[in-house]
């Protein structure tokens, strides 16, 4: 611009200033919109960063039978074709529990407009087979979501799969005269490939915002 601009020139330089600033704001905001909505496959650091521990290697899960809440038959081979995410509870628990099955909610909400929803099932197994009956446990996990697998069972099964998914758990009495008790465990979610392989956990504190962007991560590196 020269010296002594005329106002015209004066005029013309603020508007090709302006024109640059929107043109850098907008580039900006693009880039900002399409990392939200193109979600990146997560360094392993950034997914344990963000509460996800996945493993080199999945590891195999032995052969199992238990049962949901309508009474079906759940065996490894259900596991296959499908991630699963799987949480370990009893339904007299106050908190932890019900928590984890709200977030469980959370993230299948989320998911439901994406094409991660047809092979995504969550699992809720109990650690309480005594009380937790297929009665007990049918309103229960469809209290939070009907589409939720709840399972009960046998409970040297229930207890091999918990030891096989790193969620440790022990009966604590209550009251000694009544034989009240309640069960002290573990909060990881553990996650199933389609393989029915054990591909690793989350671990508490949960966030579903950081289940969500490392799901999808580890989703995007399998394809």
Not at 49 to 57: D, P, Y
Not at 178 to 200: E, F, R
Request: proline share 7%; net charge negative; with cysteine.
């Amino acid at each position: 611009m020269p010296a002594n601009p005329t106002p015209a020139e004066r005029q013309n330089g603020i508007r090709n200033t302006v024109i640059v600033i929107v043109l850098v704001i907008t580039l900006m905001l693009g880039l900002f919109v399409n990392k939200i909505l193109h979600p990146r496959i997560l360094s392993p650091k950034e997914m344990v960063a963000n509460g996800a521990v996945i493993f080199s290697v999945p590891r195999e899960i032995s052969p199992l039978v238990l049962a949901d809440q309508n009474g079906a038959e759940f065996t490894e081979e259900s596991f296959r074709n499908k991630w699963t995410f799987v949480f370990f509870g009893f339904t007299h628990c106050p908190d932890i529990c019900p928590t984890t099955l709200a977030l469980f909610n959370q993230l299948s909400e989320r998911l439901a407009s994406t094409e991660l929803a047809t092979d995504t099932q969550f699992l809720f197994v109990s650690l309480d087979p005594a009380r937790d009956t297929v009665e007990k446990i049918k309103p229960y996990i469809e209290y939070f979501n009907p589409d939720f697998v709840g399972l009960t069972g046998d409970f040297l099964t229930i207890h091999r799969l918990s030891k096989q998914l790193n969620v440790a758990f022990r009966k604590v009495t209550t009251n000694s005269e009544t034989g009240d008790y309640t069960i002290d465990h573990g909060g990881n979610i553990a996650l199933i490939n389609p393989n029915g392989h054990y591909s690793g956990f989350y671990k508490p504190p949960l966030d579903v915002n950081k289940i969500e962007l490392t799901y999808q991560s580890l989703r995007l590196e399998n394809r």
